[in-house]
């Protein structure tokens, strides 16, 4: 897909998004809305597929229909939690599917002792899933509210701007380190190490912060 359509397709779907956003619950003009924005992420190839090699394919297909057909109703049912201003639509959607619903999906599949090793051992790792109904949320709180404020004060020499706290809502958000790297006109191995030492420093406290807003 060529640059330009990327960004046509990108326009759609923020503009999908919000004039449901605008509409009551139930309302026709609300599920025209999603019905375009929900036809239009399928159609678009945008779509990621995680974990691919990690499955034959046959169960492949089983657990990502599961995990896409629960996106899609998620997305339908929870569209007023969309923030054009954080994330694209796309952005928004292959992350609650990487993190979130292809995991509870391989969960149905196999169980809770199967899924150890085939997801992010990061930062979406540091509180279990069963402790929240929605884990992307608690995070982003955790992250935002920085109740001590320990996430910006941990950032770059001479770099305030890249705090720990300002990557760690990036990375929630899906950006790939050559895309922030660039944002901060640093180098991405500056960037991501600075990251994981953070991570390892405040793994504690973002868990503990993490169960609290679980509560």
Known sequence: MNPTLIDKVDILLQQLATT?????????????????????IVQSGRLHHPQRSQFSLDVYEDIYNEALQELLLYICQ???????????VMTWVNFLLERRFFREAVQKFFGQQHITNITDAHLNNLVPLEESK??????????????????KKEHIREYPQANFQALAQ????????????????????????????????????IKTYCQDYAL
Do not use: H, M
């Open 134 to 151: 929605n884990l992307t949320e608690i995070l982003i709180e955790c992250i935002e509210s920085d109740p001590e404020d320990i996430f």
């Open 78 to 88: 929870n569209i007023d939690k969309y923030n054009p201003e954080r994330a694209s």
């Open 170 to 205: 990036q990375r929630i958000l899906g950006k790939s380190w050559k895309e922030i790297a660039t944002e901060y006109n640093l180098n991405i191995s500056t960037v991501s190490q600075f990251y994981y030492r953070c991570l390892d420093k405040l793994a504690e406290k």
């Open 20 to 40: 449901a956003q605008q509409y009551p619950n139930l309302t026709e003009q609300r599920q025209l809305a999603l019905t375009k924005l929900v036809n239009t």
